[in-house]
């Protein structure tokens, strides 16, 4: 029997198959999950001109540094304003939040630090407080991007954040990543589509939903989902026919009689025993057409870890993506638990407030496909560790 392969050996063979897509231009309001290819930079100065950080009024900070000056009140700034007025000596601009500075004042005195505040601004006021320097509460020209700065770099992940703050810097359109195209297989007679009543002996299919949700997180399509039983030559047949970068199969990889997966490819693709639990059954190759092909466990439990530690890299790899795993924390174990020795363990962790503890009572089997419900992250167990005790502190990649 042949050895196992560390986790990070069977990674690295992955990701050295790997070669970036395409890309497509995209305007900004719908690229909203894809990843750059190219730096976008900014067309316009953030703030676009000296503003005001404070409703209250602007002055010339000489004549209220000493505090206790009483100020004439010769203008009113409202937002959105393209006024300029003039200030001389003595004289205040009453201005809102977000209006443009007048060129002749230098800081901002809040309503509050005024003896009449709002309902006393007009006419004349007192100021109580002087600013703390000259430019107090002015938002200055640029002074967050400038046009011509990278508003985003390449390989960055094109969220809510994101998308906000590249309409901010008047960028209309992006280049982005195609996204990979995905052929979701699961395999197995004792499957059933998800929502029909399982007979005897059979199971619901979640691995293939579960996939295709995984695979949409990661950015990508899918563009294909299937089910087949245990003859190879319904898988071969299968194969044939789907146009995809990726092609992931569930189940039939492992040393079983009936393991489709294993008896259609054994000559094309690699078939390894990783060390890791769970999840121990892997297969990887390139396919003849090109797709990267991931024969992946049949257990859900084995089919979410899996995903995790190799389909997700390689998905998000192919897409540019500057940061291809998740970040990663190390916390305390609140429950004790198991590992199994000369493996690493991944297993579904639930977050209660003090620590981690295992998803499900009944630790990390991975045929327990109700608690990854409950998980919120997976804790890392090293290899030569063979028990986790209440208190220890684990490695732990966090879902967000």
């Excluded at 560390?6 to 690229?31: C, K, M, N, Q, Y």
């Excluded at 976008?40 to 100065?45: C, G, P, Q, V, Y």
């Excluded at 007679?189 to 295709?212: K, Q, W, Y």
């Excluded at 690493?344 to 327990?368: E, F, K, M, N, Y």
Aim: proline share 7%.
């Amino acid at each position: 029997m042949s050895a196992l392969v560390p986790i990070g050996e069977h990674r690295e063979r992955i990701l050295a198959a790997v070669s970036r897509l395409g890309s497509e231009e995209l305007p900004v309001t719908g690229a909203e999950g894809r990843t750059l290819v190219a730096d976008a930079l900014s067309l316009l100065d953030i703030p676009a001109f000296d503003n005001s950080a404070m409703d209250g009024f602007a002055v010339r900070f000489d004549d209220v540094k000493a505090g206790g000056a009483t100020l004439r009140v010769v203008a009113d700034v409202p937002a959105g304003s393209a006024d300029d007025p003039r200030l001389a000596a003595g004289d205040a601009a009453r201005i809102m939040t977000g209006a443009p500075v007048p060129t002749e004042a230098d800081a901002i005195v809040p309503f509050e630090d005024t003896a009449g505040g709002l309902a006393d601004s007009l006419g004349s006021i007192r100021v109580t407080r002087a600013p703390r320097a000259r430019g107090a509460h002015i938002r200055r020209r640029a002074e967050d991007l400038a046009a011509g700065d990278i508003a985003l770099p390449a390989g960055r992940p094109l969220g809510p954040l994101q998308i906000s703050s590249l309409i901010a810097s008047g960028v209309t359109s992006v280049a982005v990543a195609r996204r990979p195209r995905v052929a979701v297989v699961s395999t197995g007679a004792e499957l059933t589509a998800p929502g029909v009543v399982p007979g005897a002996s059979e199971i619901p299919d979640s691995n293939s939903t579960l996939l295709e949700r995984l695979c949409a997180q990661a950015g990508a399509e899918v563009v294909v989902r299937a089910h087949v039983g245990d003859d190879p030559a319904e898988l071969l047949e299968r194969l044939e026919h789907t146009a995809a970068d990726v092609v992931i199969t569930s189940g039939g990889v492992s040393a079983g009689a009936y393991e489709p997966v294993k008896l259609a490819l054994d000559k094309r693709i690699r078939f390894d025993r990783v060390a890791m639990q769970p999840g121990k059954p892997q297969a990887f190759g390139v396919l003849e057409d090109g797709a990267l092909f991931f024969g992946l466990p049949g257990n859900p439990v084995s089919v979410a870890v899996s995903f995790e530690m190799f389909v997700r890299p390689a998905l998000l790899a192919l897409q540019g993506r500057a940061q291809i795993d998740r970040p990663r924390g190390r916390f305390p174990a609140t429950e004790g638990w198991r590992t199994p020795v000369g493996r690493t363990q991944v297993i579904p962790v639930a977050w209660d407030g003090a620590g981690v503890r295992p998803a499900t009572a009944g630790g990390s089997g991975s045929h327990l496909a109700g608690g990854l419900g409950l998980a919120d992250a997976y804790a890392i167990v090293d290899a030569e560790t063979a028990f986790v005790a209440p208190g220890d502190v684990v490695d732990v990649m966090l879902f967000a």
